[in-house]
């Protein structure tokens, strides 16, 4: 009976040595943490985000400058304003406010609507879209058969585009068909082609 009760009392001291301590658990919860940490500060999340939201901008110009150019040599009236919908003065408006109609009455002045060549269901907004000279949003400028979109990147990665553009703002991205309009006065009173 001694004997039994001594192996008994053996089992149970091998199985209470199997565990973890406290000590041992929280050591391995800190080097978690700690390369969760490191991973964060090397994958940069926030970076990236930004990185997609400068993609989206860099796309949706480009292909808007490939509309507007079509649109243009497709027009068939001579001599009408193209760039502001035939308008006879200059005109301004931007994504944050203006609507995504592509007739020639949205945030952009051409009429995109009557294109055979290059299909436009709608005018794309920023990806954040926010107003003010330090929000991100996509700005019109219309000066006769002239045309600029401005926007502002905002990845570590793309914002070397801004200065290398060719437009007059080297803090901005500016596609168009001259990229001069920027800070100048639109004719007919239409106001200054400010972001």
């Not at 509309?67 to 243009?72: D, E, G, H, Q, S």
């Not at 294109?115 to 005018?123: A, E, I, N, Y």
Request: one cysteine or more; charged letters at 15%; glycine letters at 12%.
């Amino acid at each position: 009976m001694k004997k039994l009760a001594a192996q008994s009392f053996t089992l149970k001291r091998k199985s209470s040595i199997t565990g973890f301590t406290l000590v041992e658990l929280l050591v391995v919860i800190a080097i978690i943490a700690i390369l969760a940490a490191v991973v964060v500060l090397i994958i940069n999340p926030l970076e990236l985000t930004r990185r997609g939201r400068d993609a989206a901008r860099l796309t949706d110009l480009a292909n808007l400058q490939q509309a507007i150019n079509v649109a243009v040599q497709e027009a068939t009236t001579a001599g009408a304003n193209i760039a502001c919908a035939g308008a006879a003065a200059g005109c301004i408006d931007n994504s944050q406010g203006g609507s995504r109609l592509t007739d020639g009455t949205g945030w952009v002045r051409v009429n995109l609507g009557v294109q055979t060549s290059v299909s436009v269901p709608t005018l794309p907004v920023d990806p954040t879209n926010t107003a003010g000279a330090t929000g991100l949003h996509y700005t019109y400028c219309g000066s006769g058969d002239n045309w600029e979109i401005i926007t502002d990147l905002e990845s570590q990665q793309q914002i070397g585009k801004e200065g290398t553009d060719g437009g007059t703002d080297a803090a901005k991205y500016e596609v168009g068909s001259v990229l001069n309009l920027l800070g100048t006065a639109l004719p007919g009173g239409a106001g200054n082609c400010t972001y």
